[in-house]
């Protein structure tokens, strides 16, 4: 190729992690958007759109201690379909770390607000 080791490395080392993180993201997402929904259906809420944005991502290590990405989804849903709210579901790795609702409903259907 270039003749010199560590370019011809490079070359082909960074696009295939490119395609390694892209696999590993868009296989991350497809979970995230199935635990968005399944939390919304078991609080009896309408899940918006159905559409899971990437809010962050950092590294991390798994509970097996390997290297992986600690990645929070966000997406909305609505309760009475008036207003929408956004909730976040947390991933690490493909493994389901976190679901958080801003809010919680008490017995006569007011919003607690969970900080």
């Known amino acids: 190729m270039t003749g010199n080791a560590i370019l011809d490395l490079m070359v082909l080392a960074i696009p295939a992690m490119l395609v ?3 696999w590993t993201g868009s296989r991350a997402h497809e979970l995230a958007v199935q635990h968005a929904k399944l939390a ?3 609080r009896q809420l309408q899940f918006l759109d159905q559409s899971v944005a990437l809010q962050r991502m950092r590294p991390v290590r798994s509970s097996k201690g ?5 990645r929070e989804y966000a997406f909305e849903f609505t309760d009475q379909g008036d207003f929408r709210d956004a909730a976040v579901v947390t991933m690490r790795g493909h493994v389901l770390k976190n679901v958080h ?3 919680t409903r008490d017995s006569e259907g007011n919003r607690i ?3």
Do not use: K, N, T
């Open 20 to 22: 390694g993180l892209w």
């Open 40 to 42: 919304c259906r078991q």
């Open 66 to 70: 390997s290297s992986c990405f600690l």
């Open 101 to 103: 609702f801003p809010y």
């Open 113 to 115: 607000y969970v900080h």
